[in-house]
């Protein structure tokens, strides 16, 4: 029941450009892809921009965010000048095939889409709606729930560029995918992206996303993923965060299993003002598997919101959520997992874990595991834990000579472990365990992992993207 | 002298444990502390350690002549003070090996040297590793997760010959022990005895000082300390019991 007036600056200004932009929104729609766009624009015009007085916003504030002022845009950038330098990610002998994104729009050197032997599609979203509307058609918000809030309706409204990755039947794609998202203007900026990954029956796809700002300005990122993994598919998913303080990320990911899929996801939260992540998993089959993890480190005032609402519809599934996080000054974070098992859904192993240390009496974190359990044989259980550094742990370690700070770093490192170990591919792993201790000891500046090589902020700074690399 | 505790007095949320310690040590020499439960003995070995629960109230420690309970715990094991914990903790996703580096390399920093070098610092593990017969590889196990209890003291031990201290308090390191286990933490305590570090002991029976051999016991009791005597003061209370000192009172 909605009581309070849901009318902000940024909501009108969305609604009136649906209107102003419509020859734009629509350019590359083919009439049923813009007839789901006007229907979900009708949802947002019911449902506004999500408040607190939902559930699942309980605990996350935007009014501010909402009052701001942003830019929008709804056509690509002319032409991004000289952009074939320093585009490349510094993350030693990790081998991903990049895709990048500046400012919501796909970045290429070359042709907007591309097209393997094997018959993998990889490129921009704006591009496969006009060259593969049969594919976007079949699954274009057919995952993302326009109901579920405002930030999902508007942008399936109103997203025009994002990735579109398309994994035939039976391909192993041994190289990870790299999906970089760079926010750089220098103005405020509202982006909405959309992203859309298919990955066929049998076949394999690693996806390392990484959301990084660069300048300072302030900004709004809505992005919806839905993600199909057909039968017997595999997906590994692990999404970066590293974003400025003035940065507010609307993340919402929509997995849609088939029988016998598996997907493991991993978000890696080391940055950024407020960071709102919902993963929202459907398992349609029997034998599916679901993986869910995620570390979160905030100090200072960010805030950081992580919803996993796992629905297990058929028997045999497997989900499993583990979410730690690490909250210093005045941060804030909020855990809502949410299990469904529906009737039919006999043999359901489900678990739901999260676990916080405060490193201050002002650090908060709210958490709220959930089960909803309707079949009567399962296995489930579900718990959260909000602690301090263990003081024994820290005795037992400064009685060998090590000091109170590093002891601390230790002990710190050790709790974040647990999720880094959880991922498989290598390189990145190392590169994120380095991370960790750096941000752990207050070093990692958002500048750190952005993948432009600029350690000046204060210089002219031109967009010299070596297209080599992407 | 190297430790001299005078009139130590301590308490946990307002409760006095120790009620007037006194206490000294030679360098070379090795004390025995024994004492029914709940008498004060891990409370003296927390408090020399620095362990932050307890107030000391009264009294005083001085350590090669400077004054111990100014010291912040990490830089009491830098000068050389090594608690064996009674119940060593488990300190899950900290490997034994960055543990112990980092504990070398602190101490060493302490003392204005450079970082140990990769090399001498995994040699130097292998050697203390066989001193205490540890056979298993530390290099990614967690700091004593999933050890057995005699795992958990050896490594006790096995820090204790990593970090060369010089005067160690081994705080019932006997307990839990099977006879097996027990001879080989007791042989490593020998082996690392030298006329410039002590041992204080601390135990509930006289069964491990079969084993490590104390130039002094002291019996303590209610927070005080006693009775002192040599080596056959253990023997005397083994066969006479706890009772025969609260008699004697």
């Known amino acids: 029941m909605r009581t309070e007036n849901t009318s902000f600056p940024l909501s009108d200004k969305l609604i009136n450009d649906f209107e102003v932009y419509q020859s734009d929104i629509k350019q590359n729609d083919t009439e049923k892809i813009y007839n ?31 009052n701001e002022t942003y830019n929008h845009y709804y056509q690509s950038p002319e032409k991004i000048e000289d952009i074939d330098k320093i585009f490349q990610c510094n993350v030693p002998h990790l081998n991903t095939l990049m895709l990048a994104s500046l400012n919501g729009w796909y970045v290429s050197k070359d042709e907007a889409l591309t097209k393997l032997a094997n018959g993998v599609i990889y490129g921009s979203f704006a591009a496969a709606l006009l060259e593969y509307p049969e594919i976007i058609e079949k699954h274009f918000a057919k995952y993302a729930d326009n109901a579920k809030n405002g930030f999902t309706a508007i942008n399936t409204a ?57 300048n300072h300005q302030k900004s709004l990122s809505n992005t919806v993923s839905e993600i199909f993994i057909d039968e017997n598919a595999s997906f590994d998913h692990y999404k970066m965060q590293n974003v400025n303080n003035a940065s507010t990320l609307i993340n919402s990911s929509f997995f849609h299993l088939e029988r016998n899929a598996r997907i493991c996801s991993n978000g890696l939260s080391l940055n950024g003002g407020i960071l709102k992540n919902d993963n929202y998993v459907m398992m349609d089959g029997e034998g599916c598997e679901t993986n869910i993890y995620g570390l979160y480190l905030m100090d200072r ?35 809502n997992g949410h299990v469904i098992v529906h009737k039919d859904a006999q043999k359901t192993n489900a678990f739901q874990k999260n676990k916080n240390i405060l490193l201050t009496d002002k650090a908060k974190v709210n958490s709220k595991p959930f089960l909803e359990i309707y079949a009567d044989d399962v296995k489930c259980s579900h718990g959260a834990t909000v602690g301090q550094l263990d003081t024994e742990a820290m005795f037992y370690i400064r009685s060998r000579g090590i000091g109170e700070h590093n002891a601390k770093m230790l002990l710190m490192y050790a709790f974040a472990d647990e999720i880094i170990q959880k991922i498989s591919v290598e390189a990145l792993r190392y590169r994120v365990e380095d991370m960790v201790k750096k941000r752990l000891r207050g070093e990692l500046s958002v500048c750190d992992q952005c993948v432009l090589h600029c350690s000046h902020p204060e210089k002219e700074f031109n967009f010299e993207i070596d297209m080599t690399k992407v | ?79 050389g003070i090594f608690l064996g914990f009674q119940y060593p903790v488990e300190i899950p996703g900290v490997s034994m090996t960055n543990f112990m ?49 005699g795992e958990k003291k050896k490594n006790e031990i096995f820090q204790m010959a990593m970090l060369n201290p010089t005067l160690s308090v081994l705080d019932e390191t006997d307990s839990g022990l099977d006879i097996d286990a027990l001879r080989i933490v007791a042989n490593g305590v020998n082996k690392l005895r030298s006329p410039e570090n002590s041992t204080i002991v601390i135990t509930h029976y006289q069964r491990l000082l079969d084993y490590i051999v104390p130039d002094f016991v002291h019996v303590l009791f209610e927070g005080r300390i006693v009775k002192s005597g040599g080596k056959e003061l253990a023997l005397e209370l083994e066969s006479k019991g706890y009772e025969w000192i609260k008699e004697s009172l």
Request: glycine fraction near 8%; include cysteine.
């Open chain 1, 36 to 66: 789901i766009r006007k229907l979900a624009f009708a949802d947002f015009l019911k449902q506004g921009l999500p408040t607190q007085t939902l559930e699942n916003w309980r605990n996350t504030n935007l009014t501010d965010v909402y």
């Open chain 1, 301 to 335: 005032k960010q805030h950081i919101d992580n919803l996993v609402h796992v629905e297990h519809l058929h028997p045999n599934c497997y989900s499993n959520e583990l979410y730690k996080g690490i909250l210093d000054d005045t941060a804030s974070g909020v855990f």
């Open chain 2, 101 to 149: 580096r980092t504990a070398v390399n602190e101490q060493r920093k302490y003392h204005g040297l450079d970082p140990i070098p990769s090399g001498e610092f995994l040699r130097m593990m292998e050697e203390k590793k066989k001193m205490v017969e540890i056979t298993a590889k530390l290099t990614n196990r967690s700091v004593n997760e999933g050890f057995s209890g």
């Open chain 1, 158 to 214: 109103m997203a025009l560029d994002g990735f579109f990755i398309y994994i035939p039947d039976n391909v192993e794609v041994k190289q990870p995918i790299q999906i970089v998202n760079i926010i750089h203007h220098d103005k405020n900026i509202c982006l909405q992206s959309r992203n859309l990954i298919i990955v066929g029956k049998n076949s394999k796809l690693t996806l390392i996303h990484c959301d990084d700002s660069y």
């Open chain 2, 1 to 79: 002298m190297l430790l001299n505790i005078k009139n130590l007095h301590a308490s946990i949320n307002g409760k006095e444990i120790l009620k007037g310690v006194n206490l000294e040590v030679n360098k070379g020499e090795v004390h025995a502390i024994m004492g029914p439960n709940g008498t004060g003995k891990s409370t003296l070995a927390s408090v020399i350690a620095g362990r932050e629960v307890f107030d000391v109230t009264k009294g005083e420690i001085l350590y090669n002549g400077k004054n111990l309970l100014e010291m912040p715990i990490e830089a009491r094991a830098s000068e």
